[in-house]
């Protein structure tokens, strides 16, 4: 039926225009890399854990602790505990998604 395929195609649009709401711009990436660099989490190039500052730079998202941990657990791709460069730079991505209220 024509208007079924209407409704699913406008919500597979809606869809792909939700998960395009996340894609950081290359200035937002150029951002958060300085910012992580400032902390000087980067400068062994080794994973960074919560003690050694990671949680701390997140915090300053202002974000609730509940969406801090999920953005942890989804940036931790290995469940090491620990936050890689790229992992790192994933959470900072999501935290300013979810401060810009993306769900």
């Known amino acids: 039926d024509v208007q ?3 409704a699913g195609s406008d919500g597979v649009g809606a869809r792909a225009q939700d998960i395009m709401a ?16 400032q902390a000087g ?3 062994s190039g080794r994973p960074v854990g919560a003690e ?3 949680r701390e730079l997140l915090e300053q998202s ?8 999920q953005i942890w657990h989804l940036s931790d791709a ?3 505990g620990r936050l ?3 992992e790192l730079l994933c959470a900072m991505v999501l935290a300013g998604g979810r401060r810009r209220g993306l769900p």
């Open 4 to 6: 079924a395929q209407d």
């Open 22 to 37: 996340w894609q950081p711009s290359a200035e937002e990436l150029n951002g958060y890399q300085d910012f992580i660099a």
């Open 41 to 43: 989490l980067l400068e």
């Open 52 to 54: 050694e500052g990671a």
């Open 62 to 69: 202002g974000l609730p602790t509940a969406d801090l941990l």
């Open 78 to 80: 290995d469940a090491d």
């Open 84 to 86: 890689a460069p790229g």
